[in-house]
C-alpha cells in the first residue's frame, strides 16, 4: 500500500484508509494534517471487542476520522476499532495504561498500544510524515 503525503495547503488530513470504510462511532477533533511524523503510533491488537458498538477510546481520540468503526461482515452486528495510522498523532489518549501503569480513561481492554512508527511502516510502507 502507498501512502500519498498530504496536499501542501490541505486543510483537511487525507488518512491512508478511504472514508467510505470508515463507520461510526469515528473520532472527531483535529482536522488539519499533522505536522510532523509522531515517534509512536497507536495499533489496535487482536484483543479488540468494539465495547458493543461504544468503544471508549474513541471518545478520546483528538483527531478527526483516526480511529473509526469496522463491522464485522461475518458476525453482525460486532465488529471493531481501527486506526488510520497516517492521522494517528500519538498522543496516547486512548490508551488505558499510563505512567507506571496507573490507569487512565482510554480502552478498558488493553487492546491499544504504540508502536515505533519504523515498525508500522514495514507493514504500510513509508509515511511523507
Known sequence: ????????????????????????????GLTTPRKKKP???AVITEC??????SP???EYCPVEDCMFWVPDEDHP???????DP???????KCLSKGPD???LDGCPWDA?????????EKEVGAMAI
Open 56 to 58: 471508549a477510546c474513541v
Open 77 to 83: 452486528p460486532f465488529g471493531r476499532i481501527q486506526i
Open 39 to 41: 515517534k509512536e503510533l
Open 101 to 103: 501503569g496507573c490507569f
Open 1 to 28: 500500500m502507498h501512502v500519498m503525503p498530504a496536499a501542501p495547503g490541505a486543510t483537511k488530513a487525507v488518512g491512508m484508509v478511504p472514508d467510505e470504510l470508515k463507520f461510526e462511532p469515528k473520532s472527531k
Open 86 to 92: 497516517i492521522l494517528c498523532i500519538g498522543c496516547k
Open 112 to 120: 491499544i498500544v504504540m508502536v515505533d512508527t519504523t515498525e508500522v
Open 48 to 53: 479488540c471487542t468494539g465495547c458493543a458498538g
